[in-house]
């Protein structure tokens, strides 16, 4: 693993100031029920892919103050003694539920919900975000790619171009669960088994007296699987003839060529040609340099001849739109153990929230299995079987409709109960298999890149009644 350090002082410094105050304003074990959410997928797409959560876990397991935790608070001169006597003893013990990993996920629903005494669930907001947004993030951007390639396979090639090193690991574990085949991090198949692979660098062809005798000493070191770099000098004047030459030598069990400059239709397309001719039919063309989605699909449109992906720096910075907006806010609170419901209200209507200790279920449709819609309800509600179900959108007053033929799911999994973890985190690979089919349940014109349907996240009648009253009844 990544060097392994206490993170329960990653955190915004005002998280430590209101947890100062609650305590002081003896609201210390009053129990507060907070949302994660996000407002807008990126890169306008139809949906965004749930990740982050296993390590959001590991995050709460190790939730503590050590002594230098505390000596740094104290050195701030704002703190109560009081409360850093609290700190010291300070123990997780918080509900939490949350949308499985991999799972295609829309703005305004509850992805994460937290209930506990409020110093604990309003400081773990920092982190959560941490963990949720960034591998989000990547997860989104990752399929994306892997839906433009048309089932070619992709391989996250971005590390050295990765916000940092926890970015380069999370990123690849990420970028796995959002369809790519394996990755170049070495360190992200330790951790996560996330298959590591690769080809060659300019430097090893540089390294010998001829591009040919690169090429040969490479194959006869690595005979299952040989993949070329043949752009270091000319692509097709060069190194194609040089990679054919050194594949008939040596006889790979399998063997591949990579194109990493130039205008990869042309070359490939002419690649492809030599290779044939040779007798090649099974050697591999891979293709990198700065793609993305957009560039992939323009290249596949063009007919060119590439069976691999490589894609580095705008997927492992989902360079195009590189923040995920999800949110933490807070929804209820108990009072005399009556849930009380809270709400945020703002000039800007998507930035009003939805209040109440909520739940969130998608319909399917029993015909397709497609996904039609997800509604979230308040946690005392359930969604009734074999009946016409009415939907409200939380943004119209006069907007709604009416689900029929439809069964629903639960999306929300407990992860936390009074602070201990009962919820195993899937691997990787599993979370990967579970991604692909929850995508294949969303209708072909939510995968579009341009334009893509908007899909229906609406309000059971009750949580929309609450919302509405609560609204008309907020006064200046």
Known sequence: MLERIN??????????????????????DRVAYFDMFFRKIPDNGGFAIMAGLEQLIGYL????????????????????????????????????????????????EPILTVRGPVIQAQFIETMTLVCINHQSLIATKANRVVRAAKGRDVMEFGTRRAHGAHGAVYGARAAYIGGCVGTACTMAEIDFKVPAMGTMAHSWIQMFP??????????????????????????LKSGVPNAIKAFREIRPH????????????YLSKNARAMLDEAGLHDCRIVASNSLDEF??????????????????????TSRSEPVFGGVY????????????????????????????????FRLYDNKTGKAIADVITLADEEIPVDQDYEL????????????????????????????????????????????????GTLWDEMLRFENPHEYYVDLSKTLWELKDKLIREFRY
């Open 392 to 439: 409200f959108d939380p943004g119209f007053v006069w907007k709604r409709k009416t689900a029929t033929n439809f069964y629903a799911r639960k999306l929300q999994e407990r992860i936390f109960k009074r602070g201990e973890c009962v919820y195993t985190s899937p691997s990787a690979e599993e979370i990967r298999r579970y991604c692909a089919e929850e995508v």
């Open 295 to 316: 560039i992939i699909q323009d290249l596949i449109v063009q007919g060119a001849c590439v069976d691999v992906f490589g894609v580095g720096e705008r997927l492992i």
């Open 329 to 360: 806010k807070l929804a209820a609170i108990e009072e005399n153990g009556e849930i009380v419901s809270k709400i945020k209200i703002s000039d800007n209507i998507e930035k009003i929230t939805n209040p109440g200790f909520k739940k969130l």
């Open 61 to 108: 397991r190790d939730l503590h103050f050590d002594e230098g935790d505390i000596g740094y608070l104290r050195s701030k001169g704002i703190f109560s003694e009081d409360f850093l006597d609290y700190l010291k003893d300070f123990k997780f013990s918080c509900d939490v539920w949350a949308v499985p990993e991999g799972t295609p996920i829309f703005p305004g």
């Open 7 to 28: 993170l329960t002082m990653l955190t915004d410094f005002y998280e430590l100031t209101m947890a100062n105050g609650y305590f002081e304003e003896g609201f210390k």
């Open 254 to 265: 399998k063997m591949g060529i990579r194109i990493d400059s130039g205008d990869i239709t």
């Open 210 to 235: 001829s591009e040919y005798e690169a090429f040969k000493a490479y194959a006869q070191l690595y005979p299952e699987n040989t993949v070329l770099l043949v752009d270091t000098y000319n692509t």
